[in-house]
Every structure is written in C-alpha cells, then in structure tokens.
C-alpha cells in the first residue's frame, strides 16, 4: 500500500512539473508573438482598420506555418526514437525536413496575396523587413543570455 501511495506522488509531482513547464513554455511563445505582432503594427504603421483585417490574416498564416513545421518535427522525433530506423524512415523525415522551406513559401505565396488587398506596397516591403529584424533581435537576445 505505502508502495503505491509513494508511485501515485512520486507521478503527481512528475505532472505538476511537466505542466509546469508546459505553462512557461506557452506563456513564452504567446509573449514572442505578442511582441512581434506589436512591432509589426508599430514598424508598418498599421490603421486600426488594417489590424482588424490583417492581424487575423497573419495569425492564420502563422497558425498554418507552425502545423507545418511542427509535422516535419513530429515525423524527425519519432525517427530519433526509433531503435533501428531504416533507410526509408529516414528518407522520409529528411524529406518532410527539406518540404518545409517550400511549404511555408508557398503559405506565405498564398497570404501575400490576401495582405496585398489590405497593406501598402510599402508596409508589404516593411512586413518582410520587421520580420527579420524582429528574429534577429530575438537572437540578439538569446545571445545575451
């Protein structure tokens, strides 16, 4: 009995921590996107009519980029776990790796063309460069720590 109330706390305690740390890393994520969605909104001089109409568009885009991602990533996991994996395992992880730069052109092909009806030529041109100062002061950052 006192074996199993000691397993029983022993995966309390383990869950507690897991969630834990699931919390901050969410938190973390939703802090960055906020971050980056208000230096967007600042560096392109949004209209409150063009983030009511672009920033759900952004996030959607986003949303599809990250699944996108996120699959390749599940796919190289579950290789990485894999005692033997074969030659096709890894085949298909390195190729689902390799799609993803396509695929998110391709999202962000599509999404252009949605942004075009909402922003300037301008802020279109200004999009792409928030986005790349914004992850390089992210790495800046990181660099810091």
Do not use: C, W
């Not at 009995?1 to 890393?25: D, F, G, P």
């Amino acid at each position: 009995m006192k074996r199993i109330v000691s397993i029983l706390i022993t995966l309390l305690v383990v869950a507690s921590a897991v969630t834990a740390q699931n919390k901050a890393q969410s938190k973390f994520a939703t802090d960055m996107y906020q971050a980056k969605h208000e230096m967007i909104i600042e560096e392109l001089g949004l209209t409150p009519t063009q983030q009511k109409q672009f920033m759900p568009l952004y996030e959607q885009m986003e949303r599809e980029v990250y699944q996108v991602n996120r699959n390749a990533r599940a796919l190289a996991n579950e290789v990485e776990k894999k005692k033997n994996p074969s030659d096709r395992d890894y085949e298909a992880a390195a190729s689902a790796l390799s799609r993803t730069r396509v695929q998110e052109g391709e999202i962000e092909s599509k999404y252009f063309e949605k942004f075009s009806k909402i922003l300037s030529k301008k802020q279109l041109f200004q999009l792409k460069q928030t986005e790349r100062k914004f992850t390089q002061e992210m790495i800046s950052k990181k660099r810091k720590k």
